[in-house]
């Protein structure tokens, strides 16, 4: 079955993942800018890093007919330092007008530190300022509960950006919820065996009812599946689901969301 896969980091990938990816069914991704796997020196590397999520691998993704999109920011990760994170911000506005990027992402948070949480306040008026839309990165930590709820509450304060125009990833199941019930999108990433399996986002799926759901593989530099999409499809047709259901979920939903910026093509 076709699919999307909205939020995969293929900066950290090979051109084999997305030969499989391609074989597998996937259409188009989205690669939100994040964590390069060392603490960056400059704000020179960040534009750089940009460069390439605009100009390299959409070029790369095209070989295998994968449509590229992509998402700026500096991540949660490395916003520590609010004179350095606002370096690169500063940098964001140039890239705009690239036809690739569909908004602002994945801010968040990741200690829910105090710097963390003004560089997101700053991030989602940005977004605002250039009505774009939003994809939300929570804390994959204890406290994800605490995060997930400093992060809907500051998104409620900044008070111009349209639920239905933001993603919060990384949602398990004692999040999912207060995501939802706030309006929001919520996306689950999807892991081998941490974070969110295929098997709790199938039962996550079957509460919900694949409202206002997405999932996706990540694809990151740890231990991580780009064919987590597939493989999730899968679980649920072994559980009995309609195809009708696991299109929704894989590829009606993200194109319905992604839709709205007026750039995503599959």
């Not at 070029?59 to 990760?77: E, F, V």
């Amino acid at each position: 079955m076709t699919y999307i896969d909205p939020h995969i980091h293929m900066v950290s990938r090979t051109t084999d993942d997305y030969e499989r990816m391609r074989l597998a069914g996937c259409v188009a991704i989205t690669e939100p800018a994040f964590w390069a796997g060392y603490d960056r020196s400059s704000a020179q590397g960040f534009y750089d890093y940009f460069k390439l999520l605009t100009e390299f691998e959409p070029r790369r993704a095209a070989q295998y007919g994968i449509r590229h999109h992509t998402w700026l920011c500096i991540n949660p990760k490395e916003a520590e330092d609010p004179v350095f994170a606002r370096e690169v911000l500063a940098l964001i506005p140039s890239f705009l007008d690239r036809e690739n990027v569909l908004g602002i992402g994945e801010i968040g948070l990741n200690k829910n530190s105090r710097n963390e949480l003004t560089i997101l306040e700053e991030h989602l008026q940005l977004a605002a300022t250039h009505n774009l839309l939003v994809l939300v990165h929570t804390p994959h930590l204890e406290d994800k509960l605490k995060g997930t709820r400093l992060i809907l509450d500051a998104i409620k304060n900044q008070g111009s950006l349209d639920p239905g125009r933001v993603l919060i990833d990384h949602v398990e199941e004692h999040t999912v919820r207060h995501v939802l019930d706030r309006g929001y999108w919520a996306g689950m990433t999807l892991y081998p065996d941490t974070k969110c399996t295929p098997q709790r986002a199938a039962d996550i799926i079957e509460e919900f009812h694949g409202e206002r759901l997405w999932i996706n593989s990540a694809g990151d530099w740890g231990h991580s599946d780009p064919l987590a999409v597939p493989k999730c499809q899968i679980e649920l047709r072994g559980r009995g689901h309609t195809e009708d259901l696991i299109r929704k979920i894989s590829f009606d939903n993200p194109v319905k969301f992604l839709g709205q910026s007026g750039r995503f093509r599959v």
